[in-house]
């Protein structure tokens, strides 16, 4: 063999060693990412990457007061919901709203790691029942459910809000007549029309 060859064949060994150890290295390190191309290899850094969450709960009328919703209660459409939070860092994330669907579910979702508090509009139809702590925790008040600590890719759910029935306000001889249609219904409608907050009456159910 030449010495023009034996330079060669040494080259490529040292080559494909150095190579594997760059290989080896790279695999070793997630912070970067190997990308060939019609010349050479790049490393480059990766982007910072971070799962969302979501938190999710529906609002209803808990005539009975057992804090479920049964078959015969009422799922309260329209009702505005309000999401404030800070992150991991303390810093205030902007304040997000949405309203309740048909079903008087509502959710949030892409939210970062962090402490939240979601917040109820009272309806003033109806009278306030309790606010329930869900699946991660928090703590129950008036209308909110605060301290509510989510990490990457936290699914929480649950976080729900009751309404007891109907104030005096929404109590008219027009619930009790077939053209107000279901219970249900009569409930909706009352939260659409807004009537003025009241103490607790008396609640009406209707097939």
Do not use: H
């Given at each position: 063999?030449?010495?023009?060859?034996?330079?060669?064949?040494?080259?490529?060994?040292?080559?494909?060693?150095?190579a594997?150890?760059?290989?080896?290295?790279?695999?070793?390190?997630?912070?970067?990412?190997a990308?060939?191309?019609s010349?050479?290899?790049?490393?480059?850094?990766?982007?910072?990457?971070?799962?969302?969450?979501?938190?999710?709960?529906?609002?209803?009328?808990?005539?009975?007061g057992?804090?479920?919703?049964?078959?015969?209660?009422?799922?309260l459409?329209?009702?505005?919901?309000?999401l404030?939070?800070?992150?991991?860092?303390?810093?205030?994330?902007?304040?997000?709203?949405?309203?309740?669907?048909?079903?008087?579910?509502?959710?949030f979702?892409d939210?970062?790691?962090?402490?939240y508090?979601?917040t109820?509009?009272?309806?003033k139809?109806?009278?306030?029942?309790v606010?329930?702590v869900?699946?991660?925790?928090?703590t129950?008040?008036?209308?909110?459910?605060?301290n509510?600590?989510?990490?990457?890719?936290?699914?929480?759910?649950?976080?729900?809000?009751?309404?007891?029935?109907?104030g005096?306000?929404?109590?008219?001889?027009?619930?009790?007549?077939?053209?107000?249609?279901?219970?249900?219904?009569a409930?909706?409608?009352?939260?659409?029309?807004?009537?003025?907050?009241?103490?607790?009456?008396?609640s009406i159910?209707?097939g």
């Open positions: 063999m030449g010495i023009r060859q034996l330079c060669t064949s040494a080259f490529r060994s040292l080559w494909g060693s150095s594997r150890r760059r290989q080896d290295s790279l695999e070793s390190n997630s912070a970067y990412v990308r060939r191309t010349q050479n290899l790049q490393i480059e850094p990766l982007e910072s990457r971070q799962l969302l969450a979501t938190l999710a709960g529906t609002v209803f009328a808990d005539i009975n057992n804090n479920t919703q049964d078959a015969a209660e009422t799922s459409a329209g009702i505005l919901i309000t404030n939070g800070v992150d991991e860092s303390g810093e205030a994330l902007a304040s997000r709203t949405t309203v309740t669907g048909s079903n008087g579910s509502y959710q979702a939210l970062v790691a962090g402490t508090t979601v109820q509009a009272q309806p139809a109806l009278v306030d029942g606010a329930l869900g699946s991660f925790g928090g129950s008040g008036p209308n909110t459910i605060s509510i600590v989510l990490g990457e890719d936290d699914a929480a759910v649950n976080y729900n809000f009751t309404e007891k029935g109907f005096p306000s929404s109590v008219s001889i027009n619930l009790f007549l077939a053209s107000a249609g279901s219970g249900a219904q409930l909706n409608n009352a939260v659409a029309s807004a009537g003025s907050f009241a103490p607790f009456v008396t159910t209707r």
